[in-house]
């Protein structure tokens, strides 16, 4: 019960200033059209489409054009109700939170849903005899160190020994020599090097060229397979969907040379289980590749590994496609 001197109190003492919130600014911009008032669905969409005709990036405005279309279409098809959409807001709000400099969870979202891969299809066609293209991945780093050819990308005790071998060519046959050569995998726990708080210097991964021949060999460990991160809105949605988690084994290449196309992709050990589920749709067949085993101490000395006399080998097809031979098959491919 306040007292009379509380109350006195209270009545004297000036109460602390109310904080308030920085009021937005307005752009500046001023109504463009009389629009009518909304008051059927199909007039909201209609509204909506008018007022991005302002849009003045030609490109933009054809992209926000059909994105409202599809997402009202969406929206009319299902029927969506008031909770469900209140739903999809808060897990893509998440999915935001749940994002850091070492965690994209808005590219694994979109990964899952297959966005990556198309994306990646559609604007790499396949050229004739060319090497297929495939996702760069979230872990890809110019933090890369420079190996000879012959040397290695992974440090001693990461796993099994893999060498990797191959020859960069252009689509006639013809050796490209001084191509710019980076790879990168996970060590045998399906790891990246960028996953461990601990990462004092980059592990599996390297950087070379290739010789005079377009030939390339470097050491490195078998990659395993492995889950995308299993605690967030991502995994949960994976979960709603009957869907496992799991990337199959695979080694990242990105191949570069002057006057060629860049070509980004992955190889695919053929015995993986997960090749025909993979999580986020990145394998092709053609990117399958036999690891054969190899029980002789003296080769495997020659390539330099110091210790056991076994090791796996995997070869690589590298075809690369000039500039102006892209250009013209995705030319074609646009007049089909």
Known sequence: MMTEQSHS???TDPSPAR?????????GIPPRFDLPIPDRAEVITANVLKLTEGTPNQRL????????????????ETDLTTDEWMAAIQFMTRVGQASTPSR??????SSILGMNSLVDALNNPTTEKATESSLLGPFYTDDTPIVSNG?????EGNGEYLYVE??????????????IIDAWETDADGRYDLEYTDRSHPDCRGRLRSAKDGTFGFRAVVPSPYAIPNDGPVAELLLLMN????????????????GYRKLVTQFFPEDCTYLQSDCVFGVKKSLLVKLELVNDEAKARERGFPDGASFKLMRLPIILSTDEQFKAHQKSEETV
Request: charged share 15%.
């Open 9 to 11: 109190d209270a009545l």
């Open 19 to 27: 904080v308030r919130p920085r009021a937005a600014m307005p752009n």
């Open 61 to 76: 405005r054809f992209i926000l054009q059909a994105l409202i279309k599809h997402l009202h279409e969406f929206v009319n």
């Open 104 to 109: 994209d969870e808005m590219s694994s979202l």
């Open 151 to 155: 040397g290695s990308i992974a440090s």
């Open 166 to 179: 191959g020859c960069v060519l252009n689509v006639d046959g013809v050796p490209i020599p001084d191509a």
């Open 243 to 258: 869907r496992h988690n799991m990337r199959p084994s695979h080694l990242h290449i990105a191949v570069q040379a002057p």
